[in-house]
């Protein structure tokens, strides 16, 4: 009896961590996704630390090799929905960003030296550097 008790009460949490988001309200299960993240133009000898919903995911100093526009490229595997990155350079200037995540995204990132600030480009394809 108290196995049974004991499997219909984890069957009940899992179907309702399945079913509910953090609101209460009805959700889809969460499904991995792929976002791949290509530190791009105008970086050199940059200290660059990116952040994901707040969770440190890269920290190097960076430059863009200028013949193929990349300075550094990395992934992250991240459940769909909403997320966040952050990026900040030199311990100085940081920017977030927010963005949909329902499949594999590339978000492409350069720094803008005249405006002092990152250009964020996403993609559905990963970004083809020659």
């Known amino acids: 009896?108290?196995?049974?008790?004991f499997s219909a009460l984890l069957l009940i949490g899992t179907a309702s961590l399945i079913s509910?988001?953090?609101?209460?309200?009805?959700?889809?299960?969460?499904?991995?996704?792929?976002?791949?993240?290509?530190?791009?133009?105008?970086?050199e000898s940059d200290w660059v630390v990116v952040s994901i919903n707040d969770v440190g995911a890269f920290q190097d100093t960076i430059s863009t090799f200028n013949v193929l526009g990349v300075a550094s490229v990395f992934e992250a595997k991240l459940s769909t929905g909403e997320h966040s990155i952050t990026v900040q350079m030199n311990e100085a200037l940081a920017q977030t960003e927010s963005f949909p995540l329902t499949d594999s995204l590339f978000i492409?990132?350069?720094?803008?030296?005249?405006?002092?600030?990152?250009?964020?480009?996403?993609?559905?394809?990963?970004?083809?550097?020659?």
């Open 1 to 5: 009896m108290k196995y049974f008790v």
């Open 20 to 43: 509910c988001d953090k609101n209460g309200a009805g959700a889809q299960p969460l499904v991995p996704a792929t976002l791949g993240v290509h530190l791009q133009g105008g970086f």
């Open 108 to 130: 492409g990132i350069s720094y803008n030296m005249d405006m002092e600030v990152f250009d964020f480009v996403y993609s559905d394809e990963a970004f083809i550097y020659d």
